[in-house]
């Protein structure tokens, strides 16, 4: 049973391979994130996000989850293939494309630069409670 402590899911098709098909799903509206914005995003091979962009308080955090591309950071050119992480700062200008001849699929958080003092080791809490298959 879930408690109505406010989680919630959704389900998102994340595309995968060459669709050739610009995508982003932002999750903060879709399961009501308080803390901080995620986005699952695709760029067809060979584009790019159409703007270059800073924030004004948030550091963004990127997860390469397939293809290959770059990242303009400040007029420096990083190349990124899956599995790379990246965080980003707030002032820093960026913009991001794809090279690769799949899409770049990306999973992206944004959240208020130093608004996480604590994380999982340190705000994790283990309980008592046992799921069925414990
Ligand atoms: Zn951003």
Not at 14 to 22: A, C, E, K
Not at 34 to 51: D, I, R
Request: one cysteine or more; glycine letters at 10%; proline letters at 5%.
């Amino acid at each position: 049973m879930i408690q109505d402590t406010g989680d919630s899911f959704t389900h998102i098709d994340i595309p995968r391979g060459s669709s050739h098909q610009p995508f982003r799903a932002e999750l903060r509206a879709a399961i009501g994130l308080t803390g901080c914005e995620m986005s699952v995003n695709s760029l067809a091979a060979g584009n790019a996000v159409p703007f270059v962009h800073k924030h004004g308080e948030n550091e963004e955090a990127y997860l390469i989850l397939s293809g290959t591309g770059e990242f303009w950071l400040d007029g420096k050119i990083r190349e990124v293939t899956q599995g790379d992480a990246i965080r980003i700062a707030p002032a820093t200008e960026r913009c991001i494309r794809a090279t690769g001849p799949e899409d770049l699929v990306y999973l992206c958080v944004q959240a208020r630069e130093g608004s996480t003092p604590n994380y999982t080791r340190t705000d994790g809490i283990i309980t008592e409670s046992k799921p069925a298959w414990k």
